[in-house]
């Protein structure tokens, strides 16, 4: 019976997919009226698509409009959105780029291409596209459902989401160029576009928030706590406004903000901040239930899962840590650390050929390190290697480790 069903499967998907195939080859061969009929109804289902979040299957869809009809700017356009929101940006900004090609006028589409450069770091060409937009563009009209929206995530990183008000694009213009200066160390005319990206469109907190931050870096306290009340104006709620402010009010007011921040208990960073305060006055219990809550919010933020796990090592609760510093370093590659705090986790549970093995692997990428080799001769030492015991903690020791000299004489005396 289940042969029979494997096969009436196999048969229905040959069907459909040749049906699929047999349909497009059909279409190719419509009138020219009737193609582009049938390429609207492909965009319009992309739309659709991607108005639910389903951005790679809206690409399907655009991928179909496309084939049928090659010189529209709406469809490039669409189908750029499409694959910057499923996490292709290559294939947007190459989508923008041909959008621009068949209309030069598309400056929806170089705003879009601008934000992609903005993500790639590629900050002068951002800028460039920016001021051109800012000072040649003062309505921006298009056909296309525009996805954008300046929001931020938890990090105050920069997201561009969400159907857009197209009268409001020119203050996102400005708002995104003034993230563009700020990361190129451009102060004033950063301060002056996020002035200007607030006087087109007041009605966002994300736009004060974003303010606020740049005058917090910046030592404006008061501006930073003025801009952050702002934001609370428009949204009472509004999580990043409440989290920053709460590190410039007074004791009664922060007690009120964290009450709303850990009453709600959808604020990952709030649980991570306060979870680091009482990691440093040595709760860690306290501190430990803190990352778990974080972690149940955003489950693969690697700098929660290392430092619960450094938690739980002072806790003793070894094995535990190495999970979670595993788990941290896969979810961050970068963060290479974990490799020694694994190294020393296996040190206290006696495995000491795991823990050089460790060690080595973080010395792969960082050779300087001094505190390493040293505890990596330790290992060696407790394994009984005196030879490589020896090697390592000559190295530690030419790095200015000076903790390693009375070993090194230990070990490598014995073996003259």
Not at 19 to 25: A, K, M, P, T, W
Not at 52 to 75: C, K, M, P
Not at 185 to 210: C, M, S, W
Not at 382 to 402: I, P, S, T, V
């Amino acid at each position: 019976m289940r042969m029979q069903k494997t096969h009436l499967w196999l048969w229905m998907f040959i069907i459909a997919f040749t049906h699929e195939g047999f349909s497009q080859n059909q279409d190719l061969n419509a009138s020219p009226a009737e193609r582009r009929q049938i390429a609207d109804d492909y965009y319009n289902r992309g739309n659709r698509a991607g108005k639910r979040g389903q951005f790679s299957l809206a690409v399907l869809y655009y991928d179909s409009a496309i084939r049928l009809v090659g010189s529209s700017t709406e469809y490039f356009f669409a189908r750029g959105q499409a694959k910057e929101l499923a996490g292709n940006d290559i294939g947007a900004l190459t989508d923008f780029e041909a959008a621009l090609r068949v209309n030069s006028e598309n400056y929806t589409a170089m705003f879009k291409r601008a934000l992609i450069y903005h993500k790639q770091k590629n900050y002068k060409q951002a800028a460039q596209d920016f001021t051109f937009l800012i000072n040649n563009v003062d309505v921006f009209e298009t056909k296309a459902i525009v996805f954008k929206g300046a929001s931020f995530d938890e990090k105050g990183e920069a997201s561009f989401s969400g159907v857009a008000t197209i009268s409001d694009m020119k203050a996102d213009v400005y708002l995104a160029r003034a993230l563009t200066y700020e990361a190129m160390g451009f102060n004033t005319p950063t301060r002056l576009d996020f002035d200007k990206a607030i006087e087109l469109n007041n009605h966002d907190p994300n736009y004060y928030v974003q303010r606020g931050l740049f005058r917090l870096n910046n030592d404006d306290k008061a501006g930073a706590e003025a801009d952050f009340r702002n934001a609370l104006e428009i949204d009472q709620y509004h999580r990043l406004a409440l989290y920053n402010l709460s590190f410039l009010v007074d004791a009664e007011e922060k007690d009120e903000i964290d009450k709303i921040l850990y009453g709600v208990g959808d604020f990952a960073m709030a649980y991570s901040r306060r979870a680091f305060e009482n990691y440093q006055k040595g709760k860690y219990e306290a501190a430990l239930l803190d990352y778990d809550s974080a972690l149940m919010i955003k489950g693969d933020n690697a700098n929660d899962l290392m430092n619960r796990g450094m938690v739980k090592a002072k806790l003793g609760r070894y094995k535990g840590a190495i999970k979670d510093f595993e788990s941290s370093v896969y979810a961050d590659n970068t963060l290479t650390r974990n490799f020694v705090l694994i190294g020393n986790s296996y040190q206290e549970l006696y495995n000491y050929s795991q823990a050089v093995i460790y060690y080595q692997r973080y010395l792969r990428s960082e050779s300087g390190d001094g505190v390493v080799y040293y505890n990596m001769g330790l290992a060696y030492m407790k394994a009984a290697k005196d030879n490589e015991a020896c090697g390592a903690l000559r190295k530690a020791y030419e790095l200015g480790e000076e903790r390693a000299e009375p070993a090194l004489e230990k070990v490598c005396f014995s073996l003259e």
